[in-house]
């Protein structure tokens, strides 16, 4: 298994197959105009977002919507929107790296996400010709504002629960809304809300409903725990007007646009959540270089070392993962037009198609920004605590990014459902490789030659990676059928593997690709990331793997699948000690995270 | 109104300086470098101008291909096109040479460029490239307004300000409150690859100038302090600690 080689592979194909290094992007690789158009996001962020985090956060009347405007000026609102339609019509790895950088700027990115992301790309991809060029163009410069309006009081995860209605007016020219949104970002300023009602009371629908509609009207602000300067509040439809020809796509077909418009959400929110990352490393290094204890500045400490390089490494491996799959979703785009597919299904397709891949990125990006902003709150110390410093603001702001766009546990459930019925469907083969581990298990271990580079260790560890998650989510599948969804604990278990997987794979690759274009000086601290990170990725998969098989099997079947655990997450010992004493002595001498 | 914009690389503000082991180059490794943040204001000045009467602005870089990301940045920003001279920027004088050799005959109403570069911060460069041409040179400058062909410009001096008036062709550089640099639009930046950047070879100038060493600033000492009353301490500190007395 595991051995054949393609040049790109489908979604969810990495659990049975290899990645080629040559056929991976790598943000090593960004063209000359991605790094301006990324340096021009850090001069906006720097001349018009972060010195007004204060004021952005306490709400100022009008700031967050100026600030909109600006970026909407420097052509910030239009990246992902077609040149036809007044935008620029850039490729999702370009529209991914403006949203990282973005990320960096609170609740103002926040506000941006929201509006060019579930906001606009609604329109986008499921407005008529009409409504396209109706909204789109002002959507674009942020003439007009916009916001998503799902969620419900009684209905979050289970979104397609709402309640909100839709009634036809008796002259056949409106819809009726009636009903309550909740938790609506951008609700304070926007002009435009898409809005998903159930038509009749069961044809769930998107709609586009303009601000000045009568019977539409907003709550209080909500007060949070983070994210203060995103405006967030509820929104009424009280017998809302809304005419037939702003219906959002098909009738009965709201379920598409909420979906396909997550997907690619999730993914963005992976990319803010990078960005936020990044400028909190910068902070945490820069703080621990100054900040001197016992004479010496802290950074000297191997404590602080070990969260520095720790802050990097997930860092690292998540942009690896990040832009790994971003031009994974390219390509397939550009595949399905060059099929003939329109430019909106193309990049629907492509999304959906990686739609496990976009679920793993937002669970695994909201968790490292959470990690980094709570030892950036520990770097810092009693100042990490005080609201006038700057991490107390990222740790608040980050906290949500585990809860919208699905929350963890409901994305980490879907990982390992869509990944079955991808298989059931026979899409994806996960049986003939699951059936191979069985007989693998029986035979005897290969111990190898022991010559072990780095490379060829992290390799084989990957690929053995694979092996567990196929061995427990066989087993798990075989013994509950169709009652596997009711055993979330071990289904958590199994997409942990998954994100483990992934994400060790992402930073393998990208590495094995720079060893072919830098030093072995410079490349030593790539090295050290990889290994360190893979090296413990195994003993988390075992962690996981464990939990799942001790709760499922009994008897010889769970001494042989704990054996098998153990082969398949085994490493050689390594000194992550001194790995991550190079690392953090690399963000230490550049004082930032310089990767 | 034809406008020549000189610019130079120059690494980034938060840049850790360090040199090669025998302290005569700068190590550029891993460096980011930007434009010059003194030329970024006189080419911000020269695209309003041109931006209200018309006109064009050509970027002018002395130096190798690889400063050529600060030279889009140009366009981006809007510069009309471009020019680099291609040779390592040796030294002021060589750098000079190269800039009236291409100016020269070129017919450009207006020469600007910042007071200096923050690299070397040598603040030559309009003075000799003004006299080169044999054309007025103003440095320092704080404002330049434009009418016709004649252009007011207040000067910085010390304590005050100097108002200059001069007609063109002439050089002048730039310092804070000429303009205020604006952050390249996504439509600047697309369209910056298109623009021409034409590349020229150098010009033989004699070598008049060498760099023997680079060396750091001495980081600052331990200071101590000393209460207002205790003169005595004061007095022995100078002697035994300082030592200049
Ligand atoms: C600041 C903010 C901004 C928001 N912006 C928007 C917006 O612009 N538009 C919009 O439509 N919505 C928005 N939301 C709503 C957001 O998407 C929801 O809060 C989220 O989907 C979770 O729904 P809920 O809050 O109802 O939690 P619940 O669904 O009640 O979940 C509560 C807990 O139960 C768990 N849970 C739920 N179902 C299951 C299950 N089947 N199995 C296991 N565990 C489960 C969840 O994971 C969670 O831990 C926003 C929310 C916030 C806080």
Redo the contacts between chains.
């Keep these: 298994m595991i051995d054949t080689k393609q040049k790109s592979l489908k979604g969810g194909e990495f659990i049975i197959r290899e990645s080629d290094p040559t056929s991976v992007f790598i943000p090593e690789e960004y063209t000359e105009e991605h790094k301006m158009m990324a340096s021009m996001a850090d001069d906006f962020l720097d001349a018009e977002v972060l010195p007004y985090l204060d004021r952005i956060d306490s709400m100022e009347e009008g700031l967050m919507k100026s600030i909109m405007d600006k970026a909407g000026e420097l052509g910030l609102l239009g990246i992902s929107v077609p040149e036809e339609y007044g935008g620029f019509g850039k490729d999702f790895i370009t529209a991914m790296l403006m949203t990282e950088k973005m990320g960096a700027g609170h609740s103002f990115a926040v506000a941006m996400s929201a509006h060019t992301g579930i906001g606009t790309l609604p329109i986008l991809y499921f407005g008529t010709a009409e409504q396209k060029s109706k909204y789109l163009p002002k959507l674009a410069t942020g003439e007009l504002k916009a916001s998503y309006c799902l969620t419900e009081p009684g209905s979050g995860s289970d979104a397609l629960a709402a309640k909100t209605k839709a009634i036809l007016s008796s002259d056949g020219k409106h819809y009726i809304l009636n009903g309550q949104k909740m938790w609506i970002t951008n609700a304070g300023f926007a002009d435009l809300f898409i809005v998903f009602a159930q038509i009749d009371g069961d044809k769930f629908t998107g709609f586009i409903v303009e601000k000045n509609t009568a019977g539409l009207s907003l709550g209080e602000e909500e007060h949070k725990m983070g994210i203060k300067g995103s405006s967030t509040r509820q929104v009424f439809f009280a017998d809302c007007n809304v005419p037939v020809e702003n219906v959002l796509g098909d009738i009965g077909k709201g379920h598409l646009i909420a979906f396909n418009i997550l997907n690619i959400g999730r993914a963005k929110l992976a990319g803010a959540a990078l960005g936020g990352a990044k400028r909190a490393i910068g902070l945490s290094v820069s703080y621990a270089n100054e900040r001197q204890q016992f004479k010496l500045p802290i950074s000297k400490f191997g404590a602080i070392k070990h969260k520095l390089a720790e802050q990097a490494i997930k860092t690292f491996t998540l942009e690896s993962a990040l832009y790994r799959a971003s031009d994974q979703i390219d390509e397939m785009e550009k595949e399905l037009l060059a099929k003939g597919l329109n430019p909106a299904d193309s990049l629907l397709g492509a999304a959906e198609e990686f739609a496990v891949e976009c679920a793993i990125l937002k669970v695994f990006g909201s968790e490292v920004l959470d990690y980094v902003v709570d030892e950036g709150v520990q770097i810092y110390g009693g100042y990490g605590f005080s609201s006038d410093y700057p991490m107390d603001r990222a740790y608040r702001d980050s906290r949500i990014n585990r809860i919208f766009e699905g929350t963890n546990e409901i994305n980490r459930m879907l990982i390992v459902d869509m990944l079955l019925k991808r298989a059931m469907k026979g899409s994806l083969d996960l049986m003939t490789p699951a059936q191979n581990i069985q007989k693998e298990l029986m035979g005897i271990p290969d111990f190898g030659n022991g010559e072990e580079t780095p490379f060829s260790e992290c390799l084989t560890a990957v690929s053995n990676m694979k092996k567990a998650i196929l061995m427990v989510a066989g087993a798990a599948v075989q013994k509950y059928m169709m009652t596997l969804a009711k055993e979330q604990e071990i289904i958590m278990n199994i997409s942990d593997m998954i994100i483990e997987t992934y994400t060790s794979e992402s930073i393998l690759l990208r590495v094995q690709k720079l060893s072919t274009t830098k030093g072995s000086d410079e490349l030593t601290v790539y090295i050290d990331m990889m290994h360190t990170f893979i090296y413990e990725s195994a003993d988390r998969v075992n962690h996981a793997g464990k939990s799942a098989i001790c709760s499922m099997a009994d008897g010889d079947e769970l001494r042989m699948m704990l054996l098998g655990l153990k082969r398949f997450t085994k490493m050689h010992p390594y000194n992550t000690k001194d790995s991550r004493r190079r690392i953090a002595n690399v963000l230490i001498d550049k004082n930032t995270y310089p990767f | 109104m034809k406008i020549l914009v000189c610019i130079s690389n120059v690494p980034d503000t938060t840049t850790?300086i360090t040199f090669n082991s025998e302290q005569t180059e700068f190590n550029t490794s891993?460096v980011q470098f930007v434009i010059n943040p003194y030329d970024e204001i006189a080419l911000t000045r020269a695209i309003e101008i041109t931006e209200k009467d018309g006109g064009t602005v050509t970027v002018l870089h002395v130096g190798e291909a690889s400063a050529?990301?600060t030279i889009?940045?140009a366009l981006?920003m809007g510069a009309h096109d471009a020019i680099r001279v291609n040779a390592a920027p040796r030294d002021a004088w060589f750098v000079a040479n190269q800039i009236s050799n291409v100016a020269n005959g070129a017919g450009y109403d207006l020469i600007l460029m910042g007071r200096e570069s923050i690299d070397h911060n040598g603040s030559q460069m309009a003075a000799l490239v003004g006299e080169l041409m044999n054309i007025p040179s103003i440095s320092i400058c704080k404002s330049l307004t434009l009418e016709g062909n004649k252009a007011t410009v207040d000067r910085e001096i010390e304590g005050g300000k100097e108002v200059a008036i001069v007609e063109t062709p002439f050089i002048a550089s730039a310092s804070e409150g000429m303009a205020e640099p604006r952050?390249?639009?996504?439509?600047g930046?697309?369209s910056?690859?298109t623009k021409p950047l034409n590349v020229v070879e150098a010009v033989a100038v004699d070598t008049l100038s060498e760099i023997i060493s680079y060396d750091t600033p001495k980081g600052r000492g331990q200071v101590t302090l000393v209460e207002a009353d205790n003169t005595d301490k004061l007095v022995e500190l100078l002697h035994t600690e300082a030592k200049v007395i």
């Excluded at chain 2, 952050?183 to 439509?187: A, G, K, L, Q, T």
């Design positions: 850790k891993g050529d990301p889009r940045k981006a952050i390249p639009n996504m439509r930046i697309m910056a690859r």
